[in-house]
T-cell receptor, first 115, second 111 residues
Framework: KAGVTQTPRYLIKTRGQQVTLSCSPISGHRSVSWYQQTPGQGLQFLFEYFSETQRNKGNFPGRFSGRQFSNSRSEMNVSTLELGDSALYLC??????????????FGPGTRLTVL | GENVEQHPSTLSVQEGDSAVIKCTYS??????FPWYKQELGKGPQLIIDIRSNVGEKKDQRIAVTLNKTAKHFSLHITETQPEDSAVYFCAASKDDYKLSFGAGTTVTVRA
């Protein structure tokens, strides 16, 4: 079974620009979560999607948005980039095994650098 | 929201010795506690998880214990090997598909 795919793996942008990151979950998984990882703040939850609906959102400004398509692929968008948005953005594919909380499998991440 | 604290931040052990990482959580409603291992340039990899209806779980050299009353859980790695060197994260979650992570522990296994 193929793992979680994230594209691109590396990205360099300048302040004020916008960026779109893509995530393809594990086949059969219908839920996707996004996290931001920085040395200062660690791993922080951005949002979670299930069947094209955002079910939960973390404490990030409205510049951070996402969506999910009918094939479960997800994208996240960051508008008006700031230097502090430089981070590793991780996508997690969520498995439902009959328990109340899904097991989450992470992709390799997209390294975003804002200059 | 949930607050997860993880200790120690760095851990150096001799090959063959055991390593223990401890985490505490604040929200008594949390019911799922996974542990992830992250190697340089890679995403976090799930190594073991435990749910609140279980006190202990073991998978080969890795074990996790959970004390719901004290709101803490621990990762135990026995017979450490050089390939165990990585950053380890604990996390906690309730029924909301959101993981709250600890700050991470950098484990170095000395040959």
């Amino acid at each position: 079974k193929a793992g979680v795919t994230q594209t691109p793996r590396y990205l360099i942008k300048t302040r004020g620009q916008q960026v779109t990151l893509s995530c393809s979950p594990i086949s059969g998984h219908r839920s996707v979560s996004w996290y931001q990882q920085t040395p200062g703040q660690g791993l922080q939850f951005l949002f979670e999607y299930f069947s094209e609906t955002q079910r939960n959102k973390g404490n990030f400004p409205g510049r951070f948005s996402g969506r999910q398509f009918s094939n479960s692929r997800s994208e996240m968008n960051v508008s008006t980039l700031e230097l502090g948005d430089s981070a590793l953005y991780l996508c997690a594919s969520n498995e439902f095994r009959g328990q109340s909380t899904d097991t989450q499998y992470f992709g390799p991440g997209t390294r975003l650098t804002v200059l | 929201g949930e607050n997860v604290e993880q200790h120690p931040s760095t851990l150096s052990v001799q090959e063959g010795d055991s390593a223990v990482i401890k985490c505490t959580y604040s929200d008594s409603a949390s019911n799922y506690f996974p542990w992830y291992k992250q190697e340089l340039g890679k995403g976090p990899q799930l190594i073991i998880d435990i749910r609140s209806n279980v006190g202990e779980k073991k998978d080969q050299r890795i074990a996790v214990t959970l004390n719901k009353t004290a709101k803490h859980f621990s990762l135990h790695i026995t017979e450490t090997q050089p390939e165990d060197s990585a950053v380890y994260f604990c996390a906690a979650s309730k029924d909301d598909y959101k993981l709250s992570f600890g700050a991470g522990t950098t484990v170095t296994v000395r040959a």
